[in-house]
């Protein structure tokens, strides 16, 4: 069992947690994630690592509650514990040798961008970070990427905090100005990742993108997470999540990404698994 630590209510149905997790934390890099089970009926949850502390022997999850799984989570509170955590799985974000780079987070994409820029504020590297958000309230990890960055630029797209618009508005304004960059490392919606790399693709600069596939086992035997990248077939959970953001077929994940959008309606209409979860544990 992997006991909560500490809970902490980022912004509205968004909880940030800190379990113990020893193990885990000890072997945790940047752009590792875990698969969490909240008990033995509960579905598998992909999640990345927001966060790991080695002397505490606790890794940080951040999760939006958007449906009956996510919810079942986000109703824990510290003490309550999960029955199953497993990873550190699929790979590390590599960025070794850079020395001016661009974060550009979208929505809850700030969460595995923080241990990112985390280490890269460590390495002494110039850093810039974009985050983006639908809406002020739902902008998370603003100071403690301010606080790592040479410069946090925000953008909404109401226009309730920052920039009215885009991430991409923010990133081409900057690329105009100065396009001397190493790297750009973008995590968030597909879409915005999509658009990052084509904004990438014309200044020439390497860019990162980690993708949130749909996902079962982690370990890269059902090819649930598949994804092609420069025409090759790769699998998120053990080749990724990190990819060259030039070299990801972008449409084909938009559109495998909708494969169960009419089955998570009826869930959320119907919360038919909810149901058939809560039956199964009352019996
Ligand atoms: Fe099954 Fe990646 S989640 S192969």
């Not at 509170?77 to 799985?89: A, R, T």
């Not at 092609?228 to 998120?236: R, Y």
Request: net charge negative; hydrophobic share 40%.
């Amino acid at each position: 069992m992997y006991q909560i630590l500490e809970k902490e209510e980022l912004a509205p149905k968004i909880q940030k947690f800190e379990i113990s997790a020893p193990q885990i934390a000890a072997k945790a890099e940047p752009g590792h994630f875990l698969i969490v089970r909240v008990d033995e009926f509960a579905e598998r949850i992909p999640l990345t690592v927001a966060d790991y502390d080695r002397e505490q022997g606790s890794v940080t999850i951040i999760v939006q509650e958007v449906g009956f799984s996510s919810k079942q989570i986000c109703d824990l509170e510290i003490d309550d514990s999960f029955l199953d955590l497993v990873g550190p799985l699929g790979k590390p974000i590599e960025t070794e040798d850079y020395d001016r780079v661009i974060c550009v987070a979208g929505g809850l994409g700030a969460a595995p961008l923080y241990p990112k820029v985390k280490s890269l504020a460590k390495k002494g590297v110039e850093l810039i970070t974009i985050l983006g958000a639908q809406s002020e309230e739902l902008l998370i990890l603003e100071e403690d990427l301010a606080d790592l960055s040479q410069e946090l630029y925000i953008t909404t797209d109401n226009g309730s905090k920052g920039r009215k618009g885009f991430v991409t508005d923010q990133l081409e304004e900057i690329l105009t100005e100065d396009d001397q960059f190493d790297l750009v490392i973008a995590i968030g919606p597909m879409i915005m990742m999509k658009f990052v790399a084509e904004v990438t693709k014309e200044y020439d600069i390497d860019t990162m993108v980690s993708l949130n596939s749909l996902m079962v086992d982690g370990t890269g035997m059902c090819g649930g997470c598949r994804v092609t990248v420069g025409g090759e077939t790769k699998f998120s959970c053990v080749d990724g999540p990190a990819f060259d953001g030039h070299l990801v077929d972008f449409n084909e994940q938009l559109q495998r990404s909708k494969t169960y959008q009419d089955k998570e309606e009826k869930v959320k209409e119907h919360e038919f698994w909810g149901a058939d979860c809560r039956a199964k544990r009352e019996n």
